[in-house]
């Protein structure tokens, strides 16, 4: 079992920055991805951004690209994401994911509780 905990999250004005934290915990050694994705109202998850956590591959969305920038401390197993110039349609509840295997195969995604951004105009 994994543990996520966001944080980071609040109302920001367009062109603004925020800092998303997110803690993992438990069964750490298992992960090999952690993430975030975000859900406005009346839409669907949508992924914003990945990192493996052996190497330094990332992967964003178009639209966050270029302002938005992932991270990660493995000695604290911490994930950040810097969020600049943000605009109104950043607007979402922002979630923290892990993706985990197992010896037996098998592959699991934890989600953190999320954290809302709020971007106004």
């Known amino acids: 079992q994994v543990q996520l905990v966001e944080s980071g999250g609040g109302l920001v004005q367009a062109g603004g920055s925020l800092r998303l934290s997110c803690e993992a915990s438990?069964?750490?050694?298992?992960?090999?991805?952690m993430g975030w994705h975000r859900q406005a109202p009346g839409k669907e998850r949508e992924l914003v951004a990945t990192?493996?956590?052996?190497?330094?591959?990332?992967n964003y969305v178009d639209s966050v690209k270029g302002r938005f920038t992932i991270s990660k401390d493995n000695a604290k197993s911490m994930v950040y994401l810097q969020m600049n110039s943000l605009k109104p349609e950043d607007t979402a509840v922002y979630y923290c994911?892990?993706?985990?295997?197992?010896?037996?195969?098998?592959?699991?995604?934890?989600w953190g509780q999320g954290t809302q951004v709020t971007v106004s105009s």
């Open positions: 994911n892990a993706i985990s295997t197992y010896r037996d195969g098998t592959v699991y995604t934890y």
């Open positions: 990192t493996s956590i052996s190497g330094s591959s990332t």
């Open positions: 438990g069964s750490i050694f298992s992960i090999y991805s």
